[in-house]
């Protein structure tokens, strides 16, 4: 009888996974083990460009890549897992439940964005969370050119001054003056509770940030807590009304609600605690990756972050070790100590860091052709070929 690893999730932490898992057990001529990825659907949604204009081309087919690599492809959403009974409940495209049973368990189902924080924001904000309400808030922007001229019309409210937050608010200003005419005077307002722009990153690249601010006219009001979304615009706790038409809210990320099934540490934002391997302490047969393990990336005390920098390489060393479990061979302990920053700053250009210290080394343009290269190459999917699919899969192949 074939044993299984069932992996939920087909981001990048879970296509890397399988990927990784396949490699390995055809390395070993292991034809009775097959690698299962359960997700809603065979495709990679390229979240972090989620910001950017023409949002349903953001999207990388899976099928020909599982199909070369011999990966199999289940549809379905992990409802339930079931550690004592090595089985997970599912929601199958027919809207029936049904159940996958496994032999190890990889996480790797992501992360959502929580809009219960504050008053309204679930009813009245958009966001960039999914592919779908990317797309929403990508169709009402075109469309604002179509709405009463006023400050509510012409007038973008960020929520959240972090990675997501400065990338969609330096990309606006020249977006909304596409729409609205070259002579408008469009404000995008990034509405943060920190006092500083930037506060968890390097004096160096919070200089460059807000001076690509102020020369695109973002404004920042720091030190501002959010009371309410309505449909006038955001109410800060002070009483200030800010009018828009367009709250977007970038806050609040939690890995998903699956993690919540384990009798197991897991950190503020939902996450798993794992081990060097990745392995969950207390669950020799589950394994949890990306936006859902808190992993150490050295041993100088840096966690990997919510990113696909860290999604793409703790997916190969996960389905890595997974296969490992079943093989009777030696797992790899993750470690990934290099550490970059790309931020596009829109028209701007960009800047790009080095090291968890943050030291900048390009900016403008020669940071931006960085930036597109990362995001238009870098983070998708090998092409549908299986020697260059296990080739790149290799956990210790080089990445950044």
Known sequence: MKQK????????????????????????????IDIVVLAPQPELRVRPRFY?????????????????TGVKFVQGEAQRIDAEAKCVWYRNAQNESTVEHYDRLVLATGSHLRRDLVKGAAEHAFDLDQLETALRLEQHINQLGQQPDGPARDTVVVCGGGFTGIEVATELPHRLRQI?????????????????IGGRWSEELRDVIRQACDELGVEWRLGAEIAEVNEQGILLAEGELIESNTVIWTVGVQANGLTEQLAAQRDAQGRLHVNEFLQV??????????????????DKGNVALMTCQHAIMLGRFVGHNAACSLLNLEPLTYRQVNYV???????????????????????????????????????????????????????LAAFV
Request: glycine share 8%; aromatic share 8%; net charge negative.
């Open 281 to 298: 302490p207390g669950y020799d047969d589950i394994f949890a990756t990306g936006d859902v393990a808190r992993a150490a990336t050295d």
């Open 5 to 32: 690893i069932l992996i939920l999730g087909a981001g990048f932490a879970g296509m890397w996974a399988a990927l990784s898992a396949a490699r390995l057990t055809s390395m070993h001529q292991r034809s009775d």
């Open 180 to 196: 609205l005419g070259e002579g408008s005077a469009p404000r995008v307002i990034v509405v943060e509770r920190g006092d500083v």
């Open 52 to 68: 950017e204009q023409k949002v349903e081309t953001l999207v990388s087919p899976l099928l020909p890549l599982f199909n070369v």
């Open 341 to 395: 920053t790309c931020l596009d700053l829109g028209n701007w250009g960009a800047v790009y860091s080095e090291g968890w210290e943050q030291e900048v080394k390009l900016t403008r343009g020669e940071a931006k052709k960085l930036k597109l290269s990362i995001t238009s190459e870098l983070i998708y999917p090998p092409k549908a070929d299986r020697q260059i699919a296990f080739e790149t899969a290799d956990p």
